[in-house]
Each structure stands twice: as structure tokens, then as C-alpha cells.
């Protein structure tokens, strides 16, 4: 007993480190702070802490750099893009060292190096009004998509697409259009684009601030967020 108690508490000593060093340096709310951490988490959980040392990554939607800045200190070289000003001169101060681009997540056109190892595709795909252009132009840049949105919770494969009024908060849809689609919307695209995809309703992921990875699908119209790692190579 004693021996396992050792274990456990060493256990939460490494992780306790794990979490200081990923999240060194980093400037932060307490509204996005544990739903970004929880995410990044997931992936070393899910991939090992030294996958991605050396990795070029791109972040679409990258907001004030907090994401970016996790990878950066996991050992890959990232680059963040952001429509808002505002979340670009946040970023650009708070992180000098770190390269984040002005860029138009809806904008249809590559604007971007043309293979990434990895793409960071967080909280972005339902403020887009081109959600499946946004996740076809990825999955032809990447090895590995890293995909994660809100969703509506219904069996039936659709988008709908909403005016976000709050268009002025860094955190809403750049040109006063979202989207919100369905997990088999998403899906679907994943499967007929020739992928191998990997759903997690994990309830690692889930926050206190947003709705829950871990939902049960009910069709009941209601929104909850879906986690996807997607492989763009079989």
C-alpha cells in the first residue's frame, strides 16, 4: 500500500512539472485557460510529450497566442493565424518570440506553406461561413488535422449557418457569420475526403466554461463540442 501511495503521489508530482513547463510563460484568462490546457493535454496523452518536438505546426484561429504558445513549448515550431486585430496585438506583445500572421479563416485560397506536419484547428470551424472548404484546404496541407468545434446535436448530416452579432469580440466570427454544423456533417466530409479519423467524447476534455466533449448524442437540437484527430494519409 504504501509503495502505491509512493507511485501515485510521484505520478502527481510529474504531471504537476508537466503542466508548469507546458505552460510556461504563458499570459491567460480563466475563462480559456483550462479548456486550452485540457486539449493539449489530450494530445500529449493521446500522442506522447515528444511528438511533437520539432514539428511544423499551423494554428488557424489561433486567438491571443495561449495555444501557440503551449506547442512552442512543447518543441515544435508553430506559426498562429488571426483575423482580429485585436487578438494579433495581443499575441504579437505578449509572445514576441513566437510568429502569428494576419489571415481570413474563410478566405478560401491557401495563403500558407503548402505541407504542415500538424494543424491546430480549434474553436474556429463554427465562426467560419466556409466550414467545409476550411476543413478540405487542411486536410490537403497536413499530415495530421486536429479538429474541434461546437456542434449541434442531431443524427442528420447539415449545416446551419447564424449571424454572430458580437462580430466586434475577438472572439466571434470575423465577417458576422458562423456555422453550426452536425458531428455526421463533419464526419462525412472526413470519410468521403479519404481520411482515417478518430472521434474523442473524452471527458478529459470537457471544461467548466464550455459545453461538454463528453455529451451522449440525443438529437435533441441542443450544442455541445467534438474532438476529432484526423490522419490525411491512410
Avoid at 491567460?28 to 494530445?43: H, T
Avoid at 509572445?95 to 474563410?106: A, K, R, V
Avoid at 478540405?136 to 449541434?152: M, Q, S, Y
Avoid at 458531428?183 to 475526403?193: N, P
Amino acid at each position: 500500500d504504501l509503495y502505491l501511495k509512493i507511485i501515485v503521489i510521484l505520478k502527481m508530482a510529474e504531471e504537476k512539472i508537466n503542466i508548469m513547463n507546458i505552460t510556461k510563460g504563458l499570459h491567460f484568462d480563466e475563462g480559456y485557460i483550462n479548456w486550452q490546457l485540457n486539449r493539449v493535454l489530450f494530445l500529449i496523452n493521446l500522442m506522447g510529450r515528444d511528438f511533437f518536438q520539432g514539428k511544423k505546426i499551423l494554428e488557424l484561429g489561433s486567438y491571443q497566442g495561449g495555444v501557440t504558445q503551449m506547442f512552442h513549448n512543447l518543441g515544435a515550431t508553430i506559426i498562429g493565424v488571426e483575423g482580429s486585430k485585436k487578438n494579433l496585438e495581443f499575441a504579437r506583445t505578449k509572445y514576441p518570440h513566437l510568429t502569428f500572421i494576419e489571415g481570413d479563416c474563410d478566405d478560401t485560397t491557401w495563403r500558407y506553406d503548402e505541407k504542415y506536419d500538424i494543424i491546430i484547428h480549434w474553436g474556429l470551424l463554427y465562426h467560419l461561413k466556409t466550414p467545409k472548404e476550411s476543413i478540405l484546404n487542411c486536410i490537403a496541407h497536413c499530415d495530421i488535422l486536429c479538429l474541434e468545434t461546437l456542434v449541434i446535436d442531431k443524427t442528420v448530416q447539415e449545416v446551419n449557418f447564424v449571424n454572430e452579432d458580437n462580430v466586434h469580440k475577438p472572439d466571434q466570427a470575423l465577417n458576422g457569420t458562423g456555422s453550426r454544423p452536425t458531428a455526421s456533417y463533419i464526419e462525412q466530409i472526413l470519410t468521403d475526403s479519404g481520411t482515417m479519423w478518430t472521434r474523442y467524447d473524452n471527458t478529459e476534455l470537457n471544461s467548466k466554461y464550455q459545453p461538454c466533449y463528453s455529451a451522449a448524442d440525443k438529437n435533441t437540437g441542443g450544442t455541445y463540442r467534438r474532438f476529432w484527430v484526423v490522419h490525411t494519409r491512410k
